[in-house]
């Protein structure tokens, strides 16, 4: 009788226990953030991480995200993320021809893409007669001394937009 009591009260336990880790799995799930949270993807990247005429590359979106400070040599532009004095490039890594990964040249100061040629200066505007069309594009951005927030909008990005500098991605 008392192996049988045991047995029920072993049983119940465990039914319970499974009641709790279920009760937790939901809890946890209703923690989580809703996936059009997880999609509006926000990546914060520090100017200060850039270097010269080097590429760094962060991630915003599943997008490689170019970040690069521009040496004096090179040309200014008006896409160019300028920080008191230092001015940067901050550009998706996709070749706007046909999506492939460019790979920047410090020697030539150019990004070449390899899939069919395509070539973008150092301020990642596209260069003539090559297969890309168009610049490559500058994610969306809210700027905040030093820090960048990839996903956000802010005036500097909405101006690069109105005229015409990069397309909305
Ligand atoms: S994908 Fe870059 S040139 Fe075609």
Redesign the pocket.
């Known amino acids: 009788m008392s192996s049988r009591r045991d047995f029920m009260g072993m049983a119940l336990g465990g039914f319970t226990a499974l009641g709790s880790i279920g009760a937790l799995y939901a809890m946890k799930k209703s923690w989580d953030p809703l996936p059009s949270v997880k999609a509006a993807g926000f990546t914060t990247i520090d100017l200060t991480d850039a270097k010269e005429n080097e590429i760094t590359t962060k991630e915003w979106r599943g997008k490689p995200i170019f970040l690069m400070k521009k040496s004096k040599d090179m040309k200014p532009h008006d896409r160019d993320i300028v920080v008191g004095e230092d001015r940067y490039l901050v550009n998706v890594g996709l070749?706007t021809?046909?999506?492939?990964i460019?790979s920047y040249k410090p020697a030539e100061k150019e990004f070449l893409?390899a899939?069919?040629?395509?070539k973008f200066d150092a301020s990642g505007v596209n260069l003539p007669n090559l297969?890309?069309v168009v610049p490559l594009d500058i994610p969306p951005f809210s700027i905040s001394g030093t820090k960048m927030v990839l996903g956000g909008t802010g005036p500097e990005y909405e101006k690069l937009l109105a005229d015409g500098l990069t397309r909305k991605v």
């Not at 021809?97 to 492939?100: A, D, I, T, V, Y």
């Not at 899939?115 to 395509?118: F, K, V």
């Open positions: 070749c021809h046909l999506g492939c460019p893409c899939c069919h040629g395509g297969p890309p």
